[in-house]
């Protein structure tokens, strides 16, 4: 199995910067499809950035200019760093793995609230 720990969730003013991480453990293999999704309360769950096996990017048309996805290989972390925060931004982001083969995982979702 593959067990996602994400940190760096928390409540921050508009304009102000986060940094979310995603620490991937157990059997897992390097170059696969990370991405951050997010769920804002009564939307449903979107895209925001993702980095695909081939190392393409993907953003979501509202965060382009503003978030930067970003992976360390010999961490299996992927980062998502979050500036110019809005309080659209405001939701609940969960990080996903999808190995080569099997199925996806994941992360339990951190919270991110910005607000004045």
């Known amino acids: 199995q593959v067990q996602l720990v994400e940190s760096g969730g928390g409540l921050v003013q508009p304009g102000e910067s986060l940094r979310l991480s995603c620490a991937a453990s157990g059997s897992i293999v390097r170059n696969t499809y990370m991405g951050w999704y997010r769920q804002a309360q009564g939307n449903q769950r979107e895209l925001v950035a993702a980095?695909?096996?081939?190392?393409?990017?993907n953003y979501a048309d509202s965060v382009k200019g503003r978030f930067t996805i970003s992976r360390d290989n010999a961490k299996n972390t992927v980062y998502l760093q979050m500036n110019s925060l809005k309080p659209e931004d405001t939701a609940v982001y969960y990080c996903?793995?999808?190995?080569?083969?099997?199925?996806?995982?994941w992360g339990q979702g951190t919270q991110v609230t910005v607000s004045s």
């Open positions: 996903y793995l999808l190995p080569t083969m099997g199925r996806g995982y």
């Open positions: 980095i695909t096996n081939g190392g393409s990017l």
